[in-house]
């Protein structure tokens, strides 16, 4: 990957409605070499898929948990059981392994704290958990899905 590259990756993580011709101008090719390195970029993976980026107030998802999850269980078949939990549950939005005190930590939106109930009720209803604990998100500081990329 190359300085254009990373030009072209930096501009559409900002507005993937751009159009090629856009792109290309600000990055100083024609067309279609614009148009190739994206498309190579898309094929090995570096671009996985290009989306629409929504208010999450708006739509009824603006309460943010941070769901720390304890397990005394730490074989595969467990852990592949909490996979398929976090993958039937939309409002789970990212999911990470931890080292250290925590073995899980989701992040998870729903409405209110009544929604947040009804996922607490279903998801220690899926599988044994030694301990859930929730932080709930006060106030969205930053948030951006744009990744850093160096020499832009």
Partial sequence: MDH?????????QND?????SEIASRVHLSTTPCWKRIRRMEQE?????????L???KVGAG?????SIRTNQHTKAWFDELSSAVSD???ILEFYRMAGEVDYLLRVVVQDMGGYN?????????LPL???????????????TALPLSSV
Wanted: charged share 25%; no cysteine; net charge positive.
């Fill in 16 to 20: 993937a409605s751009l159009a090629i």
């Fill in 130 to 144: 030694a301990n859930v604990t929730a932080g709930f998100a006060m106030e969205q500081i930053k948030y951006t």
């Fill in 4 to 12: 254009i590259d990373r030009k072209i990756l930096h501009l559409l």
């Fill in 63 to 67: 309460f943010t948990v941070f769901v």
């Fill in 55 to 57: 208010d999450a107030e």
């Fill in 89 to 91: 549950m939309p409002e």
């Fill in 45 to 53: 993976g570096v671009i996985r898929k290009r989306v629409a980026l």
């Fill in 118 to 126: 009804d996922f607490y009720t279903r998801l220690i209803g899926r």
